[in-house]
């Protein structure tokens, strides 16, 4: 149940009101940010929580029990606080939101609205729209191992064990052309063939990681599209190390890496399961192979 402050309710009943929702956003780096939508900065318990006309709450569901509270939340992207470098390079991801209605008259009056971490970004050329998962999500995520066709390793990682600081798996190179927020051509990667990087990342030399969707290599150039956009400009140098796409066809022929492979590449599918006999077969119990 809502613990919402006598007084508070008292004011709420008149019918006539000064309330205004405040958002505490604390980052994994623990740094702190606070947005109203008041026209005004509200300082709470510390916190200065500046006006963002361009930030704004959308429905919050609750629900009872160990049900996943959500909520939304949309703004521009022209606050100094969360920009679209910030977003497209991990900054916000998990974030704690904290939700509060205030009587801006009295801000030591208020309500908790909501508790939780951010979840899916979607971004936009101007503005940036943030699903907000309650604390309860955490309950949802599998623990241990998923047993499937796919590795569930990290490329490189303890487990991966292979080095991508190796020439054959990390190139050097510049961007040569932008062609979009999110796409460039590439100058210093002519020596690795098509699709080398694709699946792999990006370590900016300005800072920042970005992940790779596609590179395609042709004999004058390579091009790179990135998962998120960016901002790119020419002469920008970066590292990028090759990607996999967690096949087992991948990991031997690319790695030579399958004595770690970390999946289960002859679990036998629905169709394996739900067979049955075949007609005129010799049906004596023995390999369908």
């Known amino acids: 149940m809502r613990d919402i402050p006598e007084e508070l309710a008292a004011r709420i009943a008149t019918g006539v009101t000064s309330l205004a929702t405040i958002w505490k956003l604390t980052r994994r780096d623990e740094a702190v940010f606070g947005f109203t939508d008041h026209d005004r900065t509200l300082s709470i318990e510390g916190v200065d929580y ?107 990682d303890a487990r991966c064990g292979m080095d991508l600081e190796t020439a054959a798996f990390r190139g050097e190179g510049e961007i040569a052309d932008v062609l979009s927020g999110n796409g ?28 790779v969707s596609v590179h395609r290599q042709s004999a004058l150039s390579a091009t790179i599209e990135l998962v998120d956009a960016r901002t790119l400009e020419a002469g920008a140098a970066f590292v990028i190390y090759a990607g996999c796409d967690k096949r087992i066809e991948t990991c031997r022929a690319k790695f030579a890496n399958a004595v770690n492979f970390r999946g289960f590449p002859h679990m036998p599918g629905n169709d394996a399961l739900q067979a049955g006999p075949e007609p005129g077969g010799d049906n004596d119990g023995g390999s369908r192979a």
């Open 50 to 156: 500046e006006p963002a006309s361009g930030f704004a709450p959308g429905v919050i569901e609750k629900s009872l029990g160990l049900g996943v509270d959500a909520a939304s939340a949309a703004g521009a992207l022209s606050s100094d606080a969360i920009g679209a470098d910030d977003l497209a390079n991990g900054l916000w991801d998990g974030a704690r939101v904290d939700i509060w209605r205030v009587d801006w008259t009295d801000p030591d009056l208020k309500a908790h609205l909501f508790a939780g971490r951010l979840g899916e970004v979607r971004r936009g050329a101007r503005a940036f729209e943030a699903e907000l998962r309650g604390l309860q999500a955490q309950l949802n995520k599998p623990v241990g191992r998923v047993f499937a066709r796919f590795c569930d390793a990290d490329l490189g």
């Open 184 to 211: 460039f051509v590439a100058s210093g990667l002519g020596a690795f063939a098509d699709g080398w990087f694709s699946d792999g990342r990006i370590v900016w030399a300005a800072g920042g990681v970005s992940e």
